[in-house]
């Protein structure tokens, strides 16, 4: 499965951005699609999820109740609507999406990345 995203940008704190993933090839295969991030000198955290058969959503708790993901199974796009954004949102934003049916959405341990998009929020 190939994924690509796009949306990132810079905004301003309070401000709004959304992220979108496209995946393409053996999408028949996705389980989970998922939404990370990493900020320069930190390792990679989950963010948001998606149960993409079940439509189940998964969020990190320092999101919850600002970001949205969202999906269009038909099109095999991932959304992620941000809002409320915080300087320390600032992150390269990768999408992934997950082949195995036993992983569970929140883990780390995706199948296949794309090459991620910069949100950056400035103060």
């Not at 189940?56 to 941000?82: N, P």
Request: with cysteine; glycine share 10%; charged share 20%.
């Amino acid at each position: 499965v190939r994924v690509v995203e796009s949306g990132g940008g810079l905004v301003q704190t309070g401000g709004s951005l959304r992220l979108s993933c496209a995946a393409s090839g053996r999408t028949f295969s996705i389980y989970c699609m998922g939404w990370f991030r990493q900020a320069p000198g930190k390792e990679r955290e989950f963010v948001a999820a998606i149960a993409w058969r079940g439509d189940i959503t998964y969020y990190t708790d320092s999101v919850k109740g600002r970001f949205t993901a969202t999906r269009d199974r038909a099109q095999s796009t991932l959304y992620l609507q941000m809002n409320s954004l915080k300087p320390e949102d600032t992150a390269m934003y990768y999408c992934a999406a997950s082949r195995n049916v036993f992983r569970h959405c929140t883990s780390n341990d995706y199948d296949d990345w794309g090459q991620g998009t910069q949100v950056t929020v400035s103060s």
